[in-house]
């Protein structure tokens, strides 16, 4: 059961999993640093436990305006203050 749910769901899309698909990609994810999801992971627990604090299950409306009036000004500070 196993063997045929890997064959049906991920053998048939192995160029978006596998490292060894992706050439162009992998260049490009070494280039900057990543190459595993920790980015991605790390970035989560940040908006959960700095941004979002105690709010849990909140409408979409809610959740837009936080990310647009407090987490993309950090966001964009950091990318300026990286590239200076």
């Known amino acids: 059961a196993l063997q045929a749910y890997f064959d049906r769901e991920y053998l048939p899309k ?3 999993w596998s ?8 260049l490009f994810q070494f280039r900057n640093g990543i190459n595993t999801n920790n980015h991605v ?3 989560h627990r940040t ?3 700095t941004y979002l604090g105690k709010l ?3 409408r979409a409306d809610v959740l837009v305006h936080i990310l647009w009036e407090n987490v993309l000004p950090d966001v964009l500070t950091s990318h300026v203050q990286a590239r200076l």
Do not use: M, T
């Open 14 to 16: 192995k160029e978006k």
């Open 19 to 26: 490292n060894a698909w992706r050439q162009l990609h992998i």
């Open 41 to 43: 992971e790390l970035w």
């Open 47 to 49: 908006l959960k436990e």
């Open 56 to 58: 849990r299950r909140q």
